[in-house]
């Protein structure tokens, strides 16, 4: 079950293209697919997948995660995996 949803995400400037179920974009676990970080879908899969890996319960886990993806992570990061390494890594040290 998703932590959150799509009317509950804290930036309201994103896309929201459809993809099918098995899209590697939205389904699995993070890997080396890129992440589009202005993609709705996209970025709900992915904040609700690493809410998922660590157990979050809190509603405002998945919206820091927000908030590190937009304004943390370093722009040079791409991959789903390489950016949920990079929150993990600095999951303490945010400012959110």
């Known amino acids: 079950m998703s932590l959150i949803d799509k009317t ?5 400037d994103y896309t929201w293209t459809t993809y099918s179920n098995d899209n590697p974009k939205i389904s699995g676990k993070p890997d080396s697919t890129l992440l589009n970080r202005k993609e709705g879908y996209e970025i709900l899969y992915f904040i609700n997948k690493i809410s998922e890996i660590h157990n979050f319960k809190l509603k405002s886990s998945a919206i820091k995660i927000e908030n590190i993806i937009r304004n943390e992570v370093p722009t040079n990061l ?6 949920k390494v990079w929150i993990e890594t600095n999951w303490r040290k945010s400012k959110y």
């Not at 791409?78 to 950016?83: D, F, G, L, V």
């Open 8 to 12: 509950e995400l804290k930036y309201k």
């Open 78 to 83: 791409h991959s789903q995996e390489n950016i």
